[in-house]
C-alpha cells in the first residue's frame, strides 16, 4: 500500500508559478503510474497530468500543456507537478493519485485511481 502526501500550494498572483510534490511513503511510485487532478468548488475532480512510474511517459489535459509539467525524482519517491503562468481558472485543491496498471484510456478517470493524497490548495489572484 503506498501513502500519498502532497506539498507546494499556496496563493500566486496570474502569471507566477508554483511546484507542487507529492511524497510516496509505504512503496516507490516505480510500479505505479502516478496522476495529479483537481477540484474546483462546486466542480467535479478533473484529471490534469500522469506519469507513468516505468518509462516516464507523461500525458496532460489541454488547458494546462506547456505550461505545467510533470516529472519524478530518479528514486520516484516523489512526483512534481510544476506549474507556470497560472491563472485563475487554475484555481482549486489539488490531488496526487496513483494505481497500478491503469491503460491510456483511463488515465484520466478518477475512479481509476485507488490511492489519494489529502491534496494541497492553489490560489491564483487575478
Known amino acids: 500500500q503506498v501513502l500519498l502526501e502532497e506539498s507546494g500550494g499556496g496563493l500566486v498572483q496570474a502569471g507566477g508559478s508554483l511546484r507542487l510534490s507529492c511524497a510516496a511513503s509505504g512503496d516507490t511510485l516505480s510500479a505505479y503510474t502516478t496522476a495529479w487532478f483537481r477540484q474546483a468548488p462546486g466542480k467535479d475532480r478533473e484529471f490534469v497530468a500522469a506519469i507513468r512510474g516505468s518509462g516516464g511517459a507523461t500525458y496532460y489535459t489541454d488547458s494546462v500543456k506547456g505550461r505545467f509539467v510533470i516529472s519524478k525524482d530518479g528514486a520516484m519517491n516523489t512526483v512534481y507537478l510544476q506549474m507556470n503562468s497560472l491563472k485563475p481558472e487554475d484555481t482549486a485543491s489539488y490531488y496526487c493519485?496513483?494505481?497500478?496498471?491503469?491503460?491510456?484510456?483511463?488515465?484520466?478517470?478518477?475512479?481509476?485511481?485507488?490511492?489519494w493524497g489529502q491534496g494541497t490548495q492553489v490560489t491564483v489572484s487575478s
Open positions: 493519485a496513483a494505481e497500478r496498471g491503469v491503460i491510456d484510456s483511463n488515465l484520466r478517470v478518477v475512479r481509476e485511481y485507488h490511492y
